[in-house]
């Protein structure tokens, strides 16, 4: 008990280590773009204001639950949602990039996102019955994702009962962290996908960089990685290797 005591309390001291970093790193990038006149000037006044110890912060009220979608993400939505760290603290929502071959049909490659912002229902579920509601069993479907994280139990259960009713489609989710590896229900959900025939990987360097050019309102910038990505990547790697074994 007094190990895990201990792990439990430098986990905690990581993730505020972690969260403050990224928030310095998002404060830093959005008073570069001020200079530049980049911003609006609300935002500007925002930033100065934070500056001088002035900030007002008005209450908000929330958006109604909803799944958002869209063609292009924000970069600096990408850069904190997709980082991959070892804790995920303060990111609480999952974003989920897709790609949708349907072979030679007249439909093409499908390209776009979602996100679940205070939403009930998770993305992945959302994919199904909002991007891919019907799908023409004779036609092969290949869909890819690309995810800020990996999927909950739920979800899991639910994408292994849609592979498994529906043989057509072929699905491959690279994921940019491990939601709650160590919980023995996510490890079971996991092994479950794998075993209904869904591919599952974690991101590459490389994987961060093409979904950069892929999905992000990048303006033709490349992606800088952070410096940890391989090795957070290979500790990622290694945990899904021993969980798929």
């Not at 909803?66 to 990408?78: A, C, K, Q, W, Y």
């Not at 995810?147 to 072929?170: G, M």
């Not at 490349?222 to 990505?229: G, K, R, S, T, V």
Request: charged fraction near 30%; hydrophobic fraction near 35%.
């Amino acid at each position: 008990m007094a190990e895990r005591s201990r792990l439990q309390m430098r986990r905690k001291e990581k993730e505020a280590a972690e969260v403050t970093k990224d928030v310095k790193e998002v404060t830093n990038e959005g008073e570069k773009a001020v200079e530049h006149g980049e911003t609006s000037s609300a935002e500007a006044s925002a930033t100065n204001g934070a500056q001088n110890g002035d900030l007002q912060v008005e209450p908000m009220e929330l958006p109604p639950f909803e799944i958002i979608t869209g063609d292009r993400i924000d970069p600096f939505v990408f850069k904190f949602q997709f980082k991959n760290v070892e804790y995920s603290s303060g990111r609480n929502k999952t974003i989920l990039c897709y790609l949708v071959d349907r072979g030679n049909t007249m439909d093409g490659l499908l390209r776009g996102f979602l996100e679940d912002e205070h939403a009930g229902t998770h993305a992945e579920e959302a994919f199904f019955t909002q991007c891919l509601p019907h799908c023409d069993p004779a036609t092969k479907c290949t869909v890819t994702w690309y995810v800020s994280s990996s999927p909950c139990s739920a979800c899991t259960a639910k994408i292994a009962e849609v592979l498994k009713s529906r043989k057509n489609i072929k699905l491959s989710i690279f994921a940019a962290r491990l939601f709650e590896w160590e919980e023995e229900e996510i490890q079971a959900g996991l092994k479950a996908l794998h075993a209904a025939g869904c591919k599952l990987r974690v991101m590459k360097p490389l994987d961060f960089s093409y979904t950069w050019d892929t999905f992000v309102e990048s303006d033709d910038q490349p992606l800088n990685l952070w410096e940890d990505c391989k090795e957070n990547y290979e500790f990622y790697h290694e945990k899904l290797a021993d969980i798929l074994e």
